[in-house]
């Protein structure tokens, strides 16, 4: 099996973003990503970024995926969130036992794989295994994914609590219904999945306090530092790097746009002469480089620890602290652009609009919860017990 090579991924995404952008539009309108572009993200390697070598997959510095995350963004701002979601689902199946990653790779090793982690699933015990029925929804991509990540709670041993677990399920094991309507990020498909009492065998489970405690069985074949680094850095990182991208992306079209644009009011006079508006490129431009930095900076040195054998929590707080600051960053950045950019820029499907809209959409997420993550930094400051799951 030939392994992918990270380095071409990032070239071959750059000549796919001039269509990528062009379909946009057909994105939102359809309410999901066109099977065209998915097709040729596949073909470019991204979905396989994360993938383990043993597979055929890169096994690249997650830092070389979000790169690519961003650039997509840039051009389509839910066909980047969709990207990264579904890229990032091979790092958390590398972490499943071998019998479940064969499962899932074994035949088909291009396969995609969705996800909704809140434990609403009904888990019951059946035999070896387990039954599962219920509903999720926000499962960005699900439409493309021949595989489910999806939350429940682990029935309680004896004396203990039940546990948030994680469940891989096969797309013969549930349904897709088509409900996903949003004024953001409308085109990434993010629709409801129903599992109506399915079998799930037992090495198809994974406890979520092995993310916590940086183990899973899945580390046995999986020996690699990047697959020893936290859930709560990955995954929040697939959540804030499209905001980032699609604000970045956002930033070069506003500069594009208004470079030759003259003003039909306020004295008139070329906008790009207006020092207001060379300030609020300014300081856009400062957010989004801030962003990036801070967020790269965190995730080189999360594997670095990983390579050395030990993470400390200082770390995981600050790299919560600036991954839900960069989404706040960013969001500051696309609220300066769009105040600035005029009138014009609130016709429907405009590009500034479209990513004012669809930036603000991804901050609701759950990992972009600004308030709880920095009272978590504080706390391990302080040196409080921090109670935070997505560390």
Known sequence: MTNLAAGDVLGRVHALLPTIADRAAEAEEARRVPAATIAELAEAGVFRMLQPRRYGGAEAHPVELFEVVRAVSGACGSTGWVTSVLSVHPWQVALFAEAAQDE??????????????????????????????GRWSFSSGCDHAGWA??????????GGR???????VPRRDYEV????DTVGLRGTGSNDVVVDDCHVPAHRLLRNADHTRLTGPGQEVNTGPLYR??????????????????????????????RHRT???????????????????ARAASEVDAAVLQMERNLRELVTAAEDGSIELELRLRTRRDQVRATERTLEAIDLLFKTAGGQSLRRGNPIER??????????HVANDVERALASYGRGMFGVEVDETLL
Do not use: N
């Open 263 to 281: 003003r039909d009011s306020l004295g008139g006079g070329r906008f790009a002469e207006d020092q207001f508006a060379q300030v609020a490129v």
């Open 177 to 180: 219904l088509d409900v996903w």
């Open 229 to 258: 680094i936290p859930f709560g850095a990955v995954f929040t990182s697939a959540i804030t790097s499209p905001i980032v991208g699609t604000v970045a992306g956002c930033l070069d079209d506003y500069v594009a746009a208004m």
């Open 149 to 158: 990540l999806l939350g429940a709670l682990a029935p309680a041993e004896p």
């Open 104 to 133: 899932v790779w074994g035949e088909d090793p291009d396969v995609l794989v969705s996800s909704s982690y809140a434990p609403v699933g009904r888990l019951v015990r059946d035999g070896e295994g387990y039954r599962l029925s």
């Open 162 to 168: 039940p546990e948030f677990v994680t469940l891989l």
């Open 355 to 364: 990513a004012w809209r669809d930036a603000h959409a991804g901050s609701v």
